[in-house]
C-alpha cells in the first residue's frame, strides 16, 4: 500500500480503535508479493468451492466454505485440500471442528495476509502451543521476532494437520507390541483395542509407557467408562476419497430391538454380579474376571463367575 506525502500514519485519536488496528496492520503488511494473485478476491476464492460443491466435504468439516475463503484459502478440487491466495500453504485432512484461521497460523504464521487479518498477537499466540512443529517453508515469508516460530527447509506442501495424532498412535503400537504387559493383560480377557487405547491414553498424557501391571489395568477399567478418542476411532474414520454419496451418512439409522437387546446384554455384564446394582470395578486374579464392585470383591474368597479362588483383587 502506497501512502500519499500527506497521509496520516495513524488514524486521529477519536477514531474507532479497531478501524485503527486494522489500518495500521494494512500499513505493516500491505500484502504486494502474493504467489496466487489470481485468488485475492474473496468473491474468486469462494467460487472455488461453489464451482465443485459436489467434491467439498461440507458434511464432514465444520467449517463453511464462506469460514475457509475468510481465512486465505481457495479449494483445490480434490478430497479437502485447499491453498492460501498469498502464501501458498497448503492444508488438507481437516478435522470436523477445525478452525481455518488456527490451522492457518499453526502451520504458516509467517504468511503476511495471515498476519494483516488477524495481527501478530493471534499468530504469537497460536505458534506458542506448537513450539516444536516442523513446518514447511512459503516463498514469501514475513521476519518475525518471535523465537517460537520454527521453519523447516523443505520446500511448501500439503501438509497433515493430524500427523502428530497419527505418530502418537504408531508408537502406541509399538509400545504395546514389544511390552511385557500385553501377554498378561490378554490373558485377563482384555482386548488388543482396550490395550492400544490405554497405552495411546499414556502416551497422550505422560509421555511414557507404563511401568507396572496394576497401572495398565487401572487405566483400562478408569478408560471403559470414560469417552475419549481412542486410537480405533480415528483410524477408522472413512478418508474423504472413500466417502459414499449413500443417503445413510446424513440420517442416524432407527434403533431396532437387536441394538435394544445388545445394550441390555452389554449393561447386565457391566454390572456387579454381588449386588446387581452397581457398576462391576474389580478385577479378580489370578482369573482376570470384572465380576463385582469394590464393596462386593471383599465379601466373596471365589469368584462369582468362574468360581476361581481369588489371590488378589485390582
Known amino acids: ?82 491453498k492460501c491466495w498469498y502464501c501458498n500453504g497448503g492444508l488438507q485432512n481437516w478435522d470436523r471442528y477445525d478452525n481455518p484461521w488456527f490451522e492457518h497460523a499453526k502451520w504458516f504464521p509467517q504468511c503476511e495476509f495471515l498476519l494483516q487479518q488477524k495481527g501478530p498477537e493471534f499468530v504469537e499466540n497460536v505458534t506458542s502451543r506448537f513450539t516444536n512443529l516442523n513446518r514447511p517453508n512459503i516463498f ?41 504387559l500385553t501377554p498378561e493383560a490378554i490373558t485377563m480377557a482384555f482386548t488388543e483395542e482396550e490395550i492400544t487405547k490405554a497405552f495411546y491414553n499414556q502416551l497422550k498424557e505422560c509421555n511414557r509407557p507404563f511401568a507396572s501391571f496394576s497401572t495398565l489395568v487401572n487405566c483400562i477399567l478408569n478408560l471403559q467408562t470414560e469417552v475419549d478418542i481412542t486410537p480405533t476411532d480415528i483410524l477408522s474414520t472413512p478418508q474423504i476419497n472413500q466417502v459414499s454419496e449413500a443417503s445413510d451418512l446424513t440420517e442416524p439409522k ?22 446387581l446394582q452397581s457398576k462391576a470395578a474389580a478385577v479378580f486374579l489370578p482369573c482376570g474376571q470384572l465380576s463385582t464392585c469394590v464393596v462386593c470383591s471383599t465379601l466373596s474368597p471365589i469368584c462369582p463367575i468362574c468360581m476361581t479362588r481369588v489371590k488378589e483383587r485390582i
Not at 527447509?153 to 514389544?178: C, F, G, H, W, Y
Not at 437387536?258 to 457391566?270: G, R
Request: include cysteine.
Open 140 to 180: 514469501n515469508p514475513v521476519s518475525l521476532s518471535a523465537s517460537n516460530i520454527k521453519q523447516s527447509t523443505s520446500l511448501p506442501k500439503i501438509v497433515d494437520p493430524k500427523e502428530n495424532q497419527r505418530q502418537l498412535i504408531q508408537r502406541a503400537k509399538e509400545e504395546m507390541t514389544k511390552s511385557i
Open 1 to 82: 500500500m502506497l501512502l500519499h506525502q500527506n497521509q496520516p500514519l495513524f488514524l486521529p485519536p477519536d477514531a474507532d480503535d479497531s478501524s485503527q488496528q486494522v489500518t495500521n496492520l494494512e500499513i505493516m503488511f500491505p500484502c504486494s508479493n502474493p504467489v496466487n494473485p489470481h485468488m485475492q478476491n474473496l468473491q474468486s476464492r469462494l467460487s472455488t468451492f461453489h464451482e465443485r460443491s459436489n467434491m467439498w466435504p461440507q458434511r464432514h468439516i465444520a467449517a463453511t466454505p464462506t469460514d475457509m475463503s475468510q481465512a486465505g484459502l481457495y479449494y483445490l478440487g480434490t478430497r479437502d485440500r485447499v
Open 254 to 275: 432407527p434403533v431396532t430391538s437387536t441394538d435394544k437387546h445388545v445394550l441390555e446384554d452389554l449393561k447386565h455384564k457391566q454390572s456387579c454380579k454381588g449386588c
